[in-house]
């Protein structure tokens, strides 16, 4: 399918997501088969979005580190006028409960060149469909995925680096439902930017939120959060470092050439590494 353009103000539209922005080609996560996704582009990034799920199965967005610029947050979710409303998870979805409005490209990662353009990416941000609905438990776990976010940014302002980033959720069929949204119990994160001799680097992270229930059934204690107006029932966040192979099966995606890029998967070649995943417990465990 091919992309819609984020220009209902006007008909000069800014490009979303560039697959050229690093020294070699990343292009957008490719579905599986039989998969259709919608093309959303917006300032910097752009959406891949299940229409079936009313919910992002894939984002990606250009870090210009060299040129991020500080605009203020503001909090004005809205939803994409260019699509269906019964494509999008909207307010209802977050209305009396104590869901967090996850954000799936981060607000500060596309804030960056003219600060027209940045403001416009920091409006984009808070469009309906770079949302996801997360736990609002900010434990230890919570606040390392954050701060990995943090890390990620930091590193390219720093290094003043160009990164690519790709951040979705995990979509399963049987993910439990509330008013009428399956909500994901896991997300996924891949970061990649360009060595000193311009080859590429790549490393994936996960977020599992996936509540301990052993003695519950989901999908009714779901339904008993809606009827009685609770948050629905998600657990503590754990986060993992992981092989982007791993993602690719879990998110029914390919990464191309950043799979073939992965530091994580090397480092198991060369140091004889036997562990797949490796909790974050601080984030000093955290590595790009």
């Known amino acids: 399918m091919s992309p819609v353009t984020n220009s209902p103000e006007n008909a000069d539209a800014i490009p979303g997501y560039d697959p050229g922005f ?5 292009p957008l996560p490719l579905p599986g088969a039989g998969r ?34 500080e605009i203020e947050r503001g909090d004005d ?16 979805l977050y209305a009396r409960n104590d869901l967090d409005r996850g954000h799936l490209v981060r607000r500060r990662d596309p804030v960056w060149g003219a600060v027209d353009v940045a403001e416009r990416a920091n409006f984009d941000s808070f469009t309906f469909t770079n949302a ?3 736990a609002n438990t900010f434990n230890q776990s919570k606040l390392l ?25 995990v979509l399963k069929s049987d993910d439990p439902s509330y008013r009428g949204i399956q909500i994901p119990l896991a997300f996924w994160k891949v970061a990649v930017w360009a060595t000193g001799s311009g080859a590429l680097a790549a490393t994936a992270y996960f977020l599992d939120q996936r509540p301990s229930l052993d003695d519950i059934d989901l999908n009714e204690a779901f ?3 809606t009827a009685t107006e609770q948050a629905p ?9 992981v092989p982007i192979r791993d993602i690719e099966q879990l998110a029914t ?13 090397q480092r198991d070649v060369l140091e004889g590494e036997s562990k797949r995943w490796v909790e974050l417990e601080v984030q000093e465990d955290i590595r790009l």
């Open 22 to 26: 690093l020294t070699v080609g990343v």
């Open 36 to 69: 259709n996704l919608e093309v959303l582009d917006y300032t910097h990034f752009t959406v891949q979005l299940d229409p079936d799920r009313r919910l992002a199965a894939a984002t990606a967005v250009n870090i210009g580190g060299g040129s991020l610029v």
């Open 77 to 92: 979710w809205h939803l994409d006028p260019r699509i269906e409303q019964d494509h999008q998870a909207g307010p209802e």
């Open 132 to 134: 996801a609905p997360q």
């Open 145 to 169: 995925w954050s701060g990995l976010e943090d890390y990620i940014l930091e590193h390219a302002r720093v290094h003043e680096l160009n990164l690519t980033v790709f951040t979705g959720p």
């Open 223 to 225: 339904l008993l959060a």
């Open 233 to 241: 029932p998600l657990g503590e966040f754990r986060t993992f470092q």
């Open 253 to 265: 995606l390919s990464f191309g050439p950043a799979a073939e890029a992965d530091r994580f998967a």
